[in-house]
């Protein structure tokens, strides 16, 4: 068969394992598909476990300021300056409502605190449609139809590091290749998939 996503929402695949942001990929390939979200099958007995698919915020220690030729009022911040404010605006990410705001001046070196009347993780979740990281909003989540299976999920997943994502991911889909096509058994294709994953993690 072709791929998963084009297979489900032409509605020749009954079910997939996907992430949340793919479902607004399948509404907008076919609006007039008939399809539910449900939380991922788990074997009785065992604690319940996610796979965690996850971006994260990162501020770059050596970006150059390039001058604004057109603007002569335009004075380029220095490094240090500029890392200091982007490490304030992510911590204000994290904030909740009601909740104060000291903001540290990266020039002068003052400071002054702001109390903050909005939910700047609440507001951003609103407009992204994405299942939350913080527990208090993943509780508010689980009752939505969409997003519920998913923010559940985010309280059971596991992850791990990997070196380079995108060859792992290389690997593991040779792997669920070859069994589905039969040149290997399950057993097999995961101890070389462990072997290769094991030697990249090595280099």
Known sequence: MHYSLDSFYEGTTAMMFNYSWHYETVKSKNAKLNFA????????????????????????????????????????????????????????????????????????GGSKIFPLGIDPAKEYLKKTGKP????????????????????????????WYQVEPEAIEGILAEAIGSVN??????????????SRVSQLMRE
């Open 37 to 108: 979200v449900a939380p991922i099958p788990q074997f009785s007995g065992n604690p319940p476990l996610n796979y965690a698919n996850y971006w994260s915020f990162a501020v770059t220690k050596n970006k150059i300021v390039t001058p604004d030729t057109r603007n002569q009022n335009f004075a380029p911040v220095d490094n240090k300056v500029r890392i200091h404010e982007a490490w304030e605006f992510l911590k204000f990410l994290t904030l909740k409502n009601g909740s104060e705001f000291t903001v540290l001046n990266g020039i002068s």
């Open 132 to 159: 939350a990281a913080r527990r208090d909003i993943i509780e508010e989540q689980k009752s939505d139809p969409v997003l519920g299976p998913f923010a559940y999920g985010n309280l059971i997943a596991r992850s």
């Open 181 to 194: 096509k039969g040149g290997s058994t399950i057993n097999d294709a995961l101890n070389l998939a462990s």
